[in-house]
C-alpha cells in the first residue's frame, strides 16, 4: 500500500471476488495500466496481492486512500453485487472522488437502477457509467464483451481502458460505447435473454435426439461437435458437447444424468421478458426459456402431475441421420427468431428511453468474449449494414432464405415431440411466433370484438377511417363511430 497515497494508478476495481479480481488480473496485464484495488475487507485484497505480484497492484484499506491512489480523472469499476451494495459503493465513491472523475458499474444491475443512479450522480458532476460484461469468469481475465453505457465524455477516457481488456474478433475490440445512461445494462439485459433461449433451445435438441434416437450423451455430443463445425458455429454449442462428454468419477454415469434436472436462474432473463411486456414486444421464444426454468424448479407440481396421462407409444424415429439434420436445422431456425425477437426489444427500448443504439455494433461486440457468441453474429452486423431500418432482423435476406430452408424441418420437429408429448416450448413457442409474423390476418379481431363487447373499448375497421363501437344487444347491432370520420 502507498505510504504516500500518491497517485499512481489508472484504473480502479472496487469489489475483488472471482469476477473483480479477474477483471483486475486482466487490466494490470494489459500495457500501461497501473490497478488500484479495493474491498470491503482487507483479507480478499491481501489475498489478490499475495497470490499475484507480478500484477503490481496499488491496494487500499479504504475508499480515500483508493480514490487517493489514482490518476486524475479517477476511474473505479464496482464489480458488487447487484442492489443495495452498489449503491453504498457508489455513495462512498461520490464522497471521495471530484467532479470529472467516472465511476463504473460493471455488474448485473438493472438498466431502470442504473439510469436513476446515472441522473442522481450526475447532478455532482462525477461521470456514472452502467457497463454491462459478458463472459463470466473466464472472460474478465482474459477478455470480455463489454457493453458500457454513460456519456461521451466518460467514454473518451474510459474507452481506451475497456478496449485494452476486450476480447478481440476479427481484429477489432468487443466494446462499443452503446448509449447513455441506462444503455449499457439494457442491451447486457437483452444480451442475457437471448442467452436463455439458446440454452434452452440446445437443451430441447439434445433431448429430443436422446429420445428419439437412443443415442448416449457421448454420441450427441459428436453431433453438436459436427455442428459446431457450420452455421451453428459457438460457444454454447462448444461446451454443450463438452458437458455431455463429462462421466461422473463416483457413479461412472454420464454427469448430465447425475446432475439434477432443475435449472437456476439470476433473473436478467426475467428482467428481459417484464421488460419486453412493457414495451409491447413479443419475445416468446425468451419467455418460454425463462419459464421452462420455473417449470423445472417446480419439483412438488411435477411429481404430482407425473401420472399425467400422454401419449401411449414409445417415440422412435426411423430415420436417425435424418432426424438428426432436422433437429439441426430447426434450432437453427428457432435461435435465428431469438436474436430477432432480442433485437426487436434493444429497437423498441432505444426508442423508448432515446438511446442511439447501433444494433450492428451490438452484434458485432457480441462476436467475442460473451455467452452468446456465434459464427452467425457476423451476418447481422451485415443485415443492419444493409438495411439500417430493418424492422424485423428474420425478414434480412440471409436470415428469410435460412428460415425458408429450414421451415419444413422445424415443422416435423414440433410436430413429432407433440405427438410424442416431449415438452419443447422454445422450438414449439418460436414457430408459433414465425407464423404469426406472416400470417395476412391474425385473429386479434374476435378479441377485439370481445373487448368492445364487455367494455366498450371500440375498434377500428378495415374498410373506414376513424374509432367504432357496436352496441351489443340482442340481435340488433348498430355501428357508432367514435372517431371525427365516418
Not at 496485464?29 to 491481501?46: F, P
Amino acid at each position: 500500500m502507498s505510504e504516500s497515497g500518491a497517485a499512481q494508478a489508472n484504473i480502479g476495481v472496487v469489489g475483488l471476488a472471482v469476477m473483480g479480481s479477474n477483471l483486475a488480473r486482466n487490466l494490470a496485464s494489459r500495457e500501461g495500466n497501473t490497478v488500484a484495488v479495493y474491498n470491503r475487507t482487507w483479507e480478499r485484497t491481501d489475498t489478490l496481492i499475495t497470490e499475484h505480484p507480478e500484477a503490481g497492484f496499488v491496494p487500499s484499506k479504504t475508499i480515500g486512500e483508493f480514490a487517493a491512489s489514482l490518476a486524475k480523472p479517477r476511474t473505479a469499476i464496482i464489480m458488487v453485487q447487484a442492489g443495495r451494495g452498489t449503491d453504498a459503493v457508489i455513495d462512498q465513491l461520490v464522497e471521495a472522488f471530484e467532479p470529472g472523475d467516472i465511476i463504473v458499474d460493471g455488474g448485473n444491475a438493472l438498466f431502470t437502477d442504473t439510469i436513476r443512479r446515472e441522473k442522481a450522480v450526475r447532478e455532482t458532476g462525477i461521470n456514472f457509467v452502467g457497463a454491462g460484461i459478458s463472459g463470466g469468469e473466464e472472460g474478465a481475465l482474459n477478455g470480455p464483451s463489454i457493453m458500457p453505457g454513460g456519456s461521451k465524455e466518460a467514454w473518451q477516457t474510459l474507452g481506451p481502458i475497456l478496449k485494452s481488456i476486450a476480447a478481440i474478433a476479427e481484429g477489432e475490440p468487443c466494446v462499443t460505447h452503446v448509449g447513455t445512461d441506462g444503455a449499457g445494462h439494457f442491451v447486457k439485459m437483452v444480451h442475457n435473454g437471448i442467452e436463455y433461449a439458446d440454452m434452452q433451445l440446445i437443451a430441447e435438441a439434445y433431448d429430443l435426439i436422446r429420445r428419439g434416437t437412443g443415442k448416449s450423451p457421448a454420441e450427441i455430443a459428436d453431433v453438436f461437435a459436427e455442428w459446431n463445425k457450420g452455421e451453428l458455429e459457438s460457444y454454447l454449442i462448444e461446451i454443450t458437447a463438452e458437458v455431455l462428454r463429462q462421466v461422473d468419477a463416483e457413479t461412472g454415469k454420464p454427469l448430465v444424468d447425475v446432475i439434477l434436472d432443475q435449472a437456476g436462474a439470476k433473473g436478467t432473463g426475467a428482467w428481459t421478458v417484464q421488460t419486453a411486456l412493457d414495451l409491447g414486444v413479443p419475445v416468446s421464444g425468451i419467455a418460454e426459456a425463462v419459464f421452462a426454468r420455473s417449470l423445472s424448479s417446480k419439483p412438488a407440481q411435477r411429481a404430482a402431475a407425473a401420472e399425467l396421462p400422454g401419449p401411449d407409444t414409445e417415440f422412435t424415429v426411423e430415420d436417425t441421420e435424418a432426424f438428426i439434420e432436422d433437429v439441426r436445422q430447426a434450432l437453427y431456425a428457432s435461435k435465428i427468431i431469438a436474436y430477432s425477437q432480442g433485437f426487436d426489444e434493444i429497437v423498441a427500448g432505444a426508442e423508448q428511453y432515446g438511446w442511439d443504439i447501433k444494433k450492428g455494433d451490438i452484434a458485432s461486440i457480441w462476436r467475442g468474449g460473451c455467452i452468446i457468441r456465434a459464427q452467425f453474429l457476423n451476418r447481422i452486423t451485415e443485415a443492419y449494414a444493409a438495411e439500417p431500418g430493418l424492422v424485423a432482423l428474420v425478414t434480412a435476406p440471409y436470415f428469410r432464405d435460412a428460415v425458408t430452408t429450414a421451415q419444413a424441418a422445424w415443422r416435423r420437429v414440433v410436430i413429432a415431440a407433440a405427438e410424442a408429448g416431449i415438452p419443447s416450448p422454445a422450438f414449439s413457442s418460436s414457430l408459433a411466433y414465425y407464423d404469426g409474423l406472416r400470417a395476412d390476418r391474425l385473429p386479434a379481431s374476435v378479441i377485439q370484438g370481445q373487448r368492445d363487447f364487455f367494455g366498450a373499448h371500440t375498434y377500428k375497421r378495415v374498410d373506414k377511417e376513424g374509432t367504432f363501437h357496436t352496441l351489443w344487444s340482442g340481435d340488433r347491432t348498430e355501428i357508432e363511430s367514435a372517431g371525427s370520420s365516418h
